[in-house]
């Protein structure tokens, strides 16, 4: 029995150390922290400079889109005018070349509309990774153990760190656009 008695103290021992050594680890705070994602890539001024940018890109592919339209439009204009008056081979010739300039004008348009999706998908992967080092960089200097954003249904304004992370990404954006 003083067998069984020894190793149950001792383990009673071992248990009163670990919990003794574990009690200041469970005693210390944990920093938590809440950001809204969306928010943050809908206010942030990047967000804005980047979709100006993507406009300015896409503006002469846009103006060509316009001009074929109105080509489109004056043509059928003609032909409508004109259909009466025209012999039945030229009328076919007409409609068949408005035809075509549907299509050019439709596949213009497609190719465009893909071209600026895709562009602004790159674009919005790239602000979303500089956003989320925005967060990380933050959490990091003001002492945060863990920053939450997805999948939070509430969040107090005590732990809700989406302004704060708003004000330091505007600043850093206006120090980098100073000189310009």
Request: proline share 2%; hydrophobic share 45%; net charge negative.
């Amino acid at each position: 029995m003083s067998f069984v008695k020894q190793s149950v103290i001792r383990a009673a021992m071992v248990i009163a150390m670990v919990s003794a050594l574990a009690l200041p680890a469970a005693a210390q705070e944990v920093k938590i922290g809440v950001v809204n994602l969306p928010l943050l890539m809908d206010r942030a001024p990047q967000t804005k400079a980047m979709l100006t940018a993507l406009q300015e890109e896409f503006a002469p592919r846009q103006r060509e889109f316009e001009a074929k339209q109105k080509e489109l439009q004056d043509y059928a204009a003609k032909v409508q005018k004109d259909g009466a008056v025209m012999g039945e081979s030229e009328r076919r010739t007409a409609e068949k070349d408005l035809r075509d300039l549907q299509r050019d004008v439709a596949r213009l348009q497609t190719e465009i509309q893909e071209d600026a999706n895709l562009r602004q998908n790159e674009e919005l992967a790239t602000l979303q990774r500089s956003i989320i080092k925005e967060v990380q960089d933050y959490a990091q200097a003001n002492g945060f153990d863990v920053v939450v954003s997805d999948g939070v249904v509430y969040a107090s304004s005590t732990v809700n760190i989406t302004e704060e992370v708003l004000r330091e990404i505007e600043a850093g954006y206006q120090a980098a656009n100073a000189g310009n």
